[in-house]
């Protein structure tokens, strides 16, 4: 046996957690977010901003299924799909639910089992990390320009063996080796409406020299926190990957002093974990373990022309109902793609939904109302959601019992309990001007909140959970995105 | 808004890892570990056992596929049921694995979507955490007898809502509220045989009494540790769910000193997270995602009368080779189960198994070589697995570049660096007289050993990832328990 030592060998041993990254993440988060203190004026953002709206024209104009361009309807399934087979398609699903209110439907759904990667790619300037932010557009955005992370590429752009790639910044995410990974690890997304989606989200960070490219911008943590309260902005990829960061610990207590009151005392202590929870992460397991083995639900592929309820009229393929969603086609006109026009389907959901995290002081500790959630397109049966998540226009008309768990106690907040709300979208690539109110609302923790499904967490053990698939929803993520934004700009 | 204060309120938070657990767990592993001294004397569990020996008895007969009273094979698909629709099927998969050395293949495969619970349960005796092992015969095992968990129970077991169970000890699992979970996660199993089989695999500890039911026996961690090495003892179903007791960190190396040199030392260190590793979990948990993003699984259903290259013979299933494996009847009679006997079908795998960790000590610490696997019935398209994982003859006539990587030096490790060896039986519910020889083999770390489907771990890393699902597969787990039991046993 040969015995070549390795360079490595004489390498000291990687010990403990990372405790580094969490602390000048914290150095980055207060960077920038007093408008008054250093690195906090962003009107040259504001600028780049406006001139790259200037420059990112797309024009959408929704056209019928029937004349998508590209795009053909299966004779017989009706599954629509691309001339390619490549992108995405949209089939039907029949989804069974033992012992839940509405126990069997049936519903388009849209199949893209590529793995995609969202990537924010990170640098230090002076000491202080920047998040490189994108301006992107995407045919669903209802106001235009969003920020979104670095890279949003495809699985076939990221995984090209051969050859540069024409994604920006891409090669840095192909081959992390020369760098420092912050966060790498596959999320789910709509459960609804996509059937096992995940894109792959990564934090990267070089020493090396980067070019700004235009179209790019480099903002601190701290700015791209007080960016989060303005509506429609950060694009979903963006949000989903900021929560992902390692952003927890004590360092973020020690960075932030003196705490503005007992909320922010309470949410900064809530990012700690040495601060504990209501329940171990054992217990917190054991839950999850125990409604995943009980929850039942049985998915089959449809056609999506044999859907009961289910109609394809004038070009748009919409519920009896009226509610739901439309799976629409739209045709896209564009100056700044790589390609200047091309039309698909869309999903565009019916009225405005609402995300929110009930919220609760618990021995001065955070926890937010996490939501054990089943949706027909999730990997492993349910994954953590927020306390709500649903578009009330759907439930208005019914009795109180019909209605979403804790959805009354959202929407009858007082101002002063509504720590944060912000209309946000959700992904335009493919959903059309899909919008929810993104809230977290302050309760006094009852015994009505303790349900089977519904536990009390803190941040931080939905960030340990965070660094593994599967477990905190796409909706849940952007809620600790915005709790973890709310840490420097709270001020009761 | 009600604001009824719940009793909980006032309870401390559940502040950090548990550390009392471990360190019973060490007290217990200690207890009985040493032949000569206290609860060392292993006796009367000799006399239990021939005891239960006795009364077991069970009479298997391989029978006919064509003649397996209460089982169908359906006219049309070949595939094979039970008549109730319980229990399992014996259905095809079409594998597609682009870039593998074999990029197709078919092959018969088991369905059983039910996820059944594993239970240990422990109970301190005089402050000596016990566990409750179970005498269980099963048609599959070579030698008769084995020693289970507690509780191997199906779901309709042990989610029946209304009365007692007829397993015993099963209510404890059932409602855990009153006990202390140690331990429950859904683990899989085989990945080449069962297609997207999990079990739970529950440790719940116990307060209260408990009665000692005939076929039953409490034993310390340390006896079990020593039964490890005994040959077919220990049944696969005790040794996964040893592998998820949280049996890590300082209090180990506490309770055991001094260590028995250097292997036991860096053993030791290997179960302590303090002791860090050659990759951060940050760095592992990056290479698990690159992995799966980039391995490519294809399956499909297939009728089992369709599939190529295999067929079914005087109502036996082989492959044309000869090779993997055969589905074949047995009629089971024995005088211990609820009902006097019954037929099933089986997997009987051709040949002996070789399932083998090579470790090395890397700075003092002991890290095994660990494989990311692609096996067909994963959930989620790779697990953490053994370094070698195969079956030796079915590659005894290729050339070496077509052999499994680092099967030669596993096959030609001189004696003394043959930590572990002793042959294990697979689980004898589905599989007939399946064993494998399981190996633990020290090796000096060198640079054949880089490659990018494998890292070097130690073993607190793997228990790590044993608290979440679909990391670490049921070969792996087993050697997990096997290090683990070397930590007292080891004289070198």
Redesign the interface.
């Known amino acids: ?6 360079a ?2 004489t390498a ?7 405790v580094d990254t969490p602390r000048r993440l914290a150095v980055s988060a207060v960077a920038g977010s007093d408008p008054a203190g250093p690195l906090g004026d962003l009107d040259g953002f504001r600028q780049w901003f406006e001139q790259c709206h200037g420059r990112a024209t797309m024009a959408v104009r929704q056209v019928s299924l029937d004349d998508l361009a590209g795009w053909r309807t299966d004779q017989d399934t009706g599954d629509i799909t691309h001339d390619s087979g490549r992108f995405f398609t949209v089939g039907g699903l029949e989804v069974h639910r033992s012992g839940a209110p509405v126990s069997t439907w049936s519903q388009p759904i849209i199949n893209q089992p590529e ?1 995609g990667v969202l990537g924010i790619l990170v640098k230090e300037f002076d000491g202080v990390a920047h998040l490189l932010m994108q301006g992107k557009v995407e045919p669903g955005n209802a106001l235009g320009l969003q920020l979104s992370p670095t890279v949003q590429a495809t ?1 076939s752009n990221y ?1 090209r063996v051969h050859g540069g790639s024409a994604v920006p910044y891409l090669d840095i995410f192909r081959d ?1 080796a020369r760098h420092r ?6 999320q789910s997304e709509q459960g609804a409406w996509f059937r096992q989606k995940r894109n ?1 989200n990564m934090v990267v960070e070089v020493t090396e020299e980067v070019r700004e490219l235009p179209g790019f911008y480099w903002l601190t943590l701290g700015q791209v926190h007080r960016l989060l309260a303005v509506e429609d902005l950060i694009n979903m990829d963006a949000r989903t990957v900021l929560a992902c960061l ?1 952003f927890a610990g004590p360092a973020l207590r020690e960075a932030i002093v003196p705490p503005h009151g007992e909320f922010h005392a309470a949410l900064l202590a809530s990012c700690d ?11 917190v ?2 839950w999850v ?2 409604i ?3 929850t039942e639900v049985a998915t089959r592929e449809l056609p999506l022309a044999a859907l009961p309820d289910w109609h394809r009229v004038d070009g748009t393929i919409s519920h009896v109902s009226g509610q739901f969603f439309d799976v629409i086609g739209v045709e896209v006109r564009t100056r700044t793609r790589e390609v200047p026009g091309w039309s698909q389907p869309m999903i565009a959901a019916k009225g405005t939904g609402l995300v929110a995290f009930l919220v609760a002081r ?2 001065g ?1 955070l926890h937010a109302l996490v939501h054990a959630r089943a949706e027909p397109g999730y ?2 049966v349910v994954e953590l959601a927020p306390t709500v998540q649903c578009t009330p226009d759907n439930y208005r008309h019914l009795p109180a019992a019909a209605r979403p768990t804790f959805v009354d ?1 959202v929407l009858s907040a007082r101002p002063e309990q509504i720590r944060y709300r912000t209309l946000l979208s959700e992904e335009g690539g493919r959903f059309y001007r899909s919008r929810n109110t993104y809230a977290v609302v302050e ?6 909140h ?1 349900r089977q499904d519904f536990r009390w967490m803190p941040v931080h053990q939905l960030a340990d959970l965070l ?4 477990y905190v929803n796409v909706q849940a993520r952007t809620l600790v995105a915005c709790l973890h934004s709310l840490t420097i700009r709270t001020t009761r």
Chains 1, 2 share one sequence.
């Open positions: 046996m040969a015995h070549h030592t390795t490595e060998q000291p041993l990687s010990v403990g957690p990372d793995v699985r995984t992390t990974v912050l966060a790498d690890v596959r792959r390692p974990a040495d601060s504990g929870g209501l329940h171990s992460m054992a217990e397991l054991s373990t125990d995943r083995t009980h618990v021995h500790v990997l492993d106690e309760v006094e923790r009852d015994s009505r303790e660094r593994h698939s599967h």
